[in-house]
């Protein structure tokens, strides 16, 4: 029997390279998704099919030297081979991937293809995965298989997510807090329809970065690190560690401010933060590039917006936007016109809603 799942991919409102620190982050699941179609095999393959590829891919579940071929199998195999080595065993299937997240736009399309081919993997294997083991399966595939260190903020999200809600997690528990959206706003989703190279390599410099900051100041993580003890010990920081490391340790406390005063329906302190927080990651993390900064600029000019910012790791990509409902459709129109007008590109522009997250679809 073909059994049918679903992952949503999606958008951070504030706490940006914050994840692999320990930290806050404060994204929400948005409604762009990825589908999967799963028919259990006899046998002990696996094999991909996408609507997006031309070519379909097998692998066995009992190779040990099983090694990722730089393609977007890479993200399936990965989270299957960890699922059956770590107490899942799975069976084999045949999996189709379908889909509507943008890709390489910074919005999860690869955490939405992990966490629905990894619950559909192990539906069909008759395992029942809590949401969390989803995620963490997931980051280890992404780390270990696809050899991306991020953090676990995009599979914590897809598989967590809440309607009209954005999630409130503490990278260090896991414990996290559903925060309902007030209903006069729209999460507005502007991609610049830009990709800079080496975003990969320099994602993982950041990183390094960071857990040197850390190691230098004598501290596990720099989630340690209040902000008193770093004015007293930046000083002893080279230039470059000290700026990623003030970005963080201010991001962190940030955005812990930003979910407590949109829990008290406070938009435009939330959005005051929101520009602060795309300052930062401008100038002190400098992962964002001219695109982003020209369309957060443009969208701050316009009425009923409360904050703007880039979103996701940076060097291109999309911003998040909360803007009040009535002004969105001149927001569109306006932004799209004036962006298209400095740059030559023409952006898209998602209005997006705040979804649930992976879940059967099997009708
Ligand atoms: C990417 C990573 C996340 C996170 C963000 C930056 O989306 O996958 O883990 O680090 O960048 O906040």
Redesign the pocket.
């Known amino acids: 029997m073909t059994r049918s799942f679903s992952a949503p991919g999606r958008v ?1 409102l504030i706490g ?5 620190n320990e930290g806050f ?1 404060f994204p929400a699941a948005i409604d762009f998704s990825t589908t999967v179609e799963i028919t259990p095999r006899p046998d002990r393959t696996v094999e991909l099919a996408s609507e997006h590829y031309p070519d379909t891919f097998s692998f066995p579940l009992d190779d040990p030297d099983a090694k990722p071929r730089h393609s977007w199998t890479d993200y399936p195999q990965g989270v299957a081979l960890v699922l059956h080595h770590s107490g899942y065993p799975l069976t084999g299937a045949s999996l189709f991937i379908r889909g509507n997240v943008p890709v390489g736009a ?1 919005l ?1 399309s690869s955490a939405a293809l992990e966490v629905s081919c990894g619950l559909a993997l192990a539906a069909v294997s008759g395992h029942t995965l809590s949401r969390l083991d989803l995620a963490k399966a997931c980051l280890q595939a992404e780390n270990e298989f696809v050899g991306m260190r ?5 599979q914590f999200v897809s598989a967590h997510g809440c309607e009209d809600s954005a999630i409130l997690l503490d990278c260090r528990s896991l414990e996290y807090r559903v925060v309902r959206l007030p209903a006069s706003v729209r999460l507005v989703i502007c991609n610049t329809m830009v990709k800079h190279q080496l975003a990969g390599s320099a ?1 993982n410099e950041r990183r390094q970065d960071c857990e040197a900051a850390a190691r230098q100041m004598g501290l596990p993580s720099l989630r340690d690190v209040t902000a008193p003890m770093f004015t007293e010990s930046a000083g002893a920081l080279p230039a470059r560690i000290r700026l990623r490391a003030q970005h963080v340790i201010q991001e962190i406390e940030r955005t812990e401010r930003a979910a407590d005063v949109l829990m008290m329906g406070d938009l435009t302190l939330f959005g005051r933060y929101m520009y602060e927080s795309h300052e930062s990651l401008r100038d002190a993390y400098e992962v964002s590039c001219a695109e982003l900064d020209l369309m957060v600029e443009l969208a701050r000019a316009r009425p009923g917006v409360f904050g703007a910012r880039m979103t ?2 940076g060097f291109g990509g999309c911003t998040i936007n909360l803007v009040d409902a009535p002004h969105v459709n001149q927001f569109r129109r306006e932004v799209a016109a004036a962006y298209h007008e400095a740059t030559g590109i023409t952006p898209e522009i998602y209005v997006c809603r705040a979804v649930q997250g992976a879940h059967e679809i099997t009708t």
Do not use: F, Q, R
């Not at 940006?16 to 692999?20: F, G, I, N, R, V």
């Not at 991020?150 to 995009?154: A, F, P």
């Open positions: 951070n940006e390279h914050t994840d692999y982050v910074g999860s991020c953090g676990i903020m995009d994602y996701g790791a």
